[in-house]
């Protein structure tokens, strides 16, 4: 059901970790739903993302396209960053079947909180960046249940 | 260790050699329609007719009890639908479970389309139905209580021989989806006063396509799918001679097999619950302990996804299946490990294995074996898992 891109990025998937003190980082999803992606990024101070690094909770899809979207962000300036889409990652992944498009939506919500995150620490207003929607609050409790 | 390790006889199984065999000659020498009148059709005929005896004698019908049809999701659809038509006139009730397989609470939602009210118990952490529950349900307009012999995903072995009691007691009909039980573990119809029983060939080594619908003598409802005379009236279309004769074979060695199958697949499916639970830190088992079939493990392994689990263990050459909201097209996780009251995100995290009787103990060790390191691999990666480990830190 999935491209040979997307089965590269499962397997192999690249940038796979977190960054200590990160200019920003973002975490969006829904353990609800199956779906969380954490987004690490290390932007330097002529807004250059140098490093982008990822955590990913979910299906093949999920991890594949947060793979997909750090490494098109890597390299880039913040503003070249808010580009990189959904459909961009999709593309990127030569496709994805119709019920897993959500998870490209979230890598691209995941690029968002993180800039944002870097926005906010650095008191400076990102043009064409509006708050993300964030939705992981309800998974605290639930998830320390005892077994 | 061979290519492929199939742990996924829950979702279909093998077709026995012995079985395609017996099913062979029905198709290029018997091929006769069994409902003709010349004597050519007189094989295909009487194969059906030991097929049905087959299958009655092992669950104790009579054979003119049993109705074949296309599989368990028609004896399903069938049996609550004309229930619900043939005593509307005594009530419009009907009880069922929240962990009944999609073909009864689909079926059941359809039913609350058309005015009828339905009842789904809740069961409890192990999966069971609580009687005192049943029993607070049922009102003078039930009609029907439909609860199946043993749970597709977790595998718990309902108490069948109770609730029939209860239902006969109240004079309410009852029904059970035994599509997972059937050949497996016994069942016997009178004694639990069961009065009507979904099985299907392909769960038990038959072919795919054949079902049968068992309606104890008396029970009135109709027929279902018109058009000729077939099965006293009651379910119209050519009879699937090939298909039925597969299936009174599967049953035959079913139930000839079933008490040493079932200590073999037991032994194994403990040593597999044993290691996992042992060897894999934050892992569960769904389901009840003992009172579950003995093909059936279903886990939960915190802090991972299902679909990730069994893509990379189809690498490994493993089939496995999941409860994860990914691997049923919806958002939604598993509705038997919601109803046993897991939390959505430990939900996402079900793998179900099930075990036949050619599994080996080395292709368990060996799915152990993977499953650990697949299980590593993924938590490494999950920022459910971080989260987890910052704090235990703290």
């Given amino acids: 059901m999935y491209s040979e891109k997307v089965m590269d990025h499962f397997n192999n998937p690249r940038n796979v970790g977190e960054i200590d003190n990160p200019s920003g980082v973002g975490t969006v999803g829904n353990a609800k739903c199956g779906d969380i992606m954490r987004m690490y990024l290390d932007i330097d101070d002529n807004g250059i993302i140098q490093e982008a690094k990822f955590k990913t909770f979910g299906c093949g899809a999920a991890v594949a396209t947060s793979s997909m979207a750090t490494e098109l962000v890597k390299g880039k300036t913040v503003q070249e960053a808010l580009q990189v889409t959904n459909k961009a990652v999709m593309e990127a992944l030569d496709g994805l079947p119709p019920v897993k498009v959500h998870c490209s939506l979230l890598a691209e919500e995941a690029i968002h909180a993180a800039l944002w995150d870097y926005a906010e620490k650095h008191n400076i207003k990102i043009e064409g960046l509006e708050k993300p929607v964030t939705d992981i609050g309800e998974k605290e409790e639930a998830v320390e249940e005892e077994y | ?394």
């Fill in chain 2, 1 to 394: 260790m061979s290519q492929l390790i199939y742990l996924d006889n829950a979702a279909t199984t093998q077709v026995y050699p012995e079985v395609l065999d017996a099913m062979v000659p029905y198709f290029t020498e018997y091929y006769g329609n069994p409902s003709a009148i010349y004597t050519f059709a007189g094989n295909a005929k009487k194969a059906v007719d030991e097929a049905r005896n087959i299958l009655a004698e092992g669950i104790h019908a009579k054979p003119e009890e049993i109705y074949f049809t296309g599989g368990g999701s028609e004896s399903d659809n069938w049996v609550l639908k004309a229930t619900a038509e043939a005593y509307e006139s005594k009530g419009k009730h009907i009880i069922t479970t929240k962990i009944e397989h999609h073909a009864i609470l689909h079926t059941a939602e359809y039913l609350e389309k058309k005015g009828f009210e339905v009842t789904y118990l809740d069961v409890d952490e192990n999966g069971l139905v609580r009687l005192e529950d049943l029993k607070a349900a049922i009102r003078p307009d039930t009609i029907l209580i439909s609860v199946m012999a043993a749970n597709n995903e977790i595998g718990t072995i309902e108490p069948l021989a109770e609730i029939g009691a209860i239902a006969k007691e109240k004079g309410i009909l009852f029904h059970t989806d035994a599509v997972q039980a059937f050949g497996h573990i016994p069942i016997d119809v009178d004694a639990m006063n069961i009065d009507m029983l979904s099985a299907s060939g392909h769960k038990v080594n038959g072919p795919k396509g054949i079902g049968l619908l068992y309606i104890r003598k008396g029970v009135k409802i109709r027929s279902f799918v018109h058009g000729g005379a077939q099965e006293r009236q009651r379910r119209a279309g050519t009879h699937n001679v090939p298909g039925i004769v597969g299936f009174g074979k599967a049953a035959q060695l079913a139930f000839e097999n079933m008490e040493k199958r079932s200590k073999y697949e037991t032994e194994l499916r403990d040593h597999l619950i044993e290691r996992v639970l042992a060897e894999i830190p934050y892992s569960r088992l769904n389901g009840d302990r003992t009172k579950r079939l003995p093909n059936n493990a279903n886990f939960c392994f915190r802090f991972i996804e299902g679909e990730s689990m069994l893509i990379l263990l189809d690498q490994n050459g493993i089939c496995g299946s999941s409860g994860s909201a990914c691997t049923s097209g919806s958002l939604d996780p598993s509705h038997v490990l919601l109803a046993i009251g897991l939390p959505h995100e430990i939900a996402h995290g079900s793998l179900r294995l099930t075990l036949s009787d050619k599994t080996t103990r080395e292709e368990i060790d060996y799915t152990v074996d993977k499953l650990k390191t697949i299980i590593e691999r993924l938590r490494s990666m999950s920022p459910l898992y971080e989260d987890f480990v910052k704090k235990q830190n703290q």
